[in-house]
């Protein structure tokens, strides 16, 4: 069970030197105690004193890494169950299923890679290649599948539960840290020391949710916590419980056998519905998956996937803000003409995007808005002549010899004082909508007036 203030402060140095940031060691050890701060903020915490509440002070949820480089993934590390107490920590990462008896491989691996696109500045792409075992097509066949998967520089997650199998493909794979999903009640031992040796996540599965819990203890008891916990294919019904109660149990019971990140395979689930698989990668997403498997992505199953990963998964104590600043787009220079739009991200990449698309040289003016949209920023006060002319005297003139700024149709009502406290600006209303930006840039560049 986690300590309390009062706990932690007893093996704290009690000097009150603030060096971590908080006025005295009490203030520092109730920050600690609401995981507001981490416990190596104080240097002068002694070494028995950290071993003693690491362990009691650590997430409920084990924090688990897999993959290297770009493909690296954080999974687990949750503290509460429901967005609205606090922020999820690590998004579920989505795959797809390829196994080694399939007859069109190279197509599937090529098919994982068409889904890559932008959303408000995060990349989104299929992350991780769920690679079956067959045993009637042998090893050989599934070290060749592994090797050229590992060729698409994704995170691999190695479904095998022949042991022989598994060490095969590790030899290929195992420094790019993938996970193997492959323990269970019979092998777990063998499997244990196999992923121990190779330093890769060890995967656990069992035939139902006491089987798991049982073989996940024997694993810890072996010295492994390096696990990740599939919760199995039976049936819907059994993965969305067994999903669930394994996150009730860390969280709420303090219950750390149960404290790992789960795999679930919507591929299996639903195989061959790829409209139920996207419902159920949808479900888990929010109820509580941290791999999800599906048979394969394509581009409709993406965009909603994505965004309702993003939404759930973004902090809502914290605004989705860019910063401000110029930013030029089409090679806009000095000369070019300037818009200015709110700091808020949504509204800077739907707005980039369209003057992009205008292929009109632009300087894209960004101002402190406090993350909030154009209305509701203009009835904030974030939004204001004073605010935009205050950041373009200070930041802009000085760079810019262009003297036409656009600003959003939404807030046309900001285009007299704006001018009276720009003199020498000229003022220029946007429409109100960004999708008609790029006629009107054109009009305005074929008049002549930009």
């Not at 059994?238 to 790992?260: C, E, H, P, S, W």
Request: aromatic share 6%; net charge negative; charged share 25%.
């Amino acid at each position: 069970m986690a300590l309390k203030g009062l706990d932690i402060f007893k093996l704290t140095p009690k000097t009150n030197c603030k060096e971590c940031g908080s006025p005295t060691c009490m203030a520092f050890a109730m920050k600690v105690a609401q995981g507001a701060v981490e416990l190596s903020k104080c240097p002068h915490m002694s070494e028995e004193a950290l071993a003693t509440l690491s362990e009691a002070t650590a997430p409920p949820m084990k924090t688990i890494k897999v993959g290297t480089g770009e493909a690296e993934y954080t999974l687990g590390g949750e503290t509460v169950l429901c967005r609205h107490e606090k922020t999820f920590v690590s998004k579920p990462r989505y795959a797809v299923s390829i196994c080694s008896a399939d007859e069109d491989i190279d197509a599937k691996l090529e098919a994982a890679k068409k889904v890559d696109y932008d959303r408000i500045g995060e990349r989104m792409h299929v992350e991780m290649l769920y690679l079956s075992y067959c045993a009637d097509k042998g090893v050989d066949a599934y070290v060749e599948l592994v090797k050229k998967a590992a060729d698409c520089g994704k995170t691999l997650v190695l479904d095998c539960t022949d042991v022989e199998a598994a060490k095969a493909a590790l030899a290929v794979c195992k420094d790019a840290k993938p996970v193997l999903d492959g323990a269970d009640a019979s092998n777990y031992e063998a499997m244990s020391a196999v992923a121990t040796e190779a330093g890769v996540v060890l995967g656990v599965r069992g035939a139902d949710i006491n089987e798991l819990y049982d073989t996940t203890a024997a694993l810890e008891k072996l010295g492994n916590k390096n696990l990740v916990l599939n919760v199995g294919t039976a049936s819907v019904k059994d993965a969305f419980a067994t999903t669930v109660q394994i996150r009730r149990a860390a969280l709420k019971d303090q219950n750390r056998t149960f404290g790992y990140p789960s795999i679930v395979n919507v591929g299996a689930l639903a195989a061959g519905d790829p409209t139920m698989q996207a419902a159920l990668v949808s479900l888990f997403t929010v109820k509580y998956g941290s791999i999800i498997v599906m048979e394969s992505m394509d581009y409709a199953q993406a965009l909603p996937l994505y965004g309702l990963r993003q939404n759930v998964f973004t902090d809502p104590q914290k605004p989705m803000k860019v910063e401000p600043g110029i930013y030029p787009l089409n090679g806009g220079d000095e000369n070019s003409v300037c818009l200015t739009t709110v700091d808020f991200a949504l509204t800077y990449f739907v707005v980039s995007g369209e003057l992009e698309r205008s292929g009109v040289p632009c300087n894209l003016i960004i101002n402190d808005a406090g993350g909030l949209s154009v209305l509701t920023a203009w009835a904030a006060g974030k939004l204001s002549s004073t605010s935009v002319s205050k950041f373009i005297q200070e930041n802009v003139e000085p760079k810019v010899k262009c003297r036409k700024l656009i600003i959003p149709g939404k807030v046309a009502v900001l285009k007299g004082d704006i001018e009276a406290k720009l003199p020498g600006w000229e003022v220029i209303v946007a429409p109100n909508e960004a999708v008609q930006l790029v006629k009107f840039l054109k009009d305005l560049q074929a008049n002549g007036e930009i």
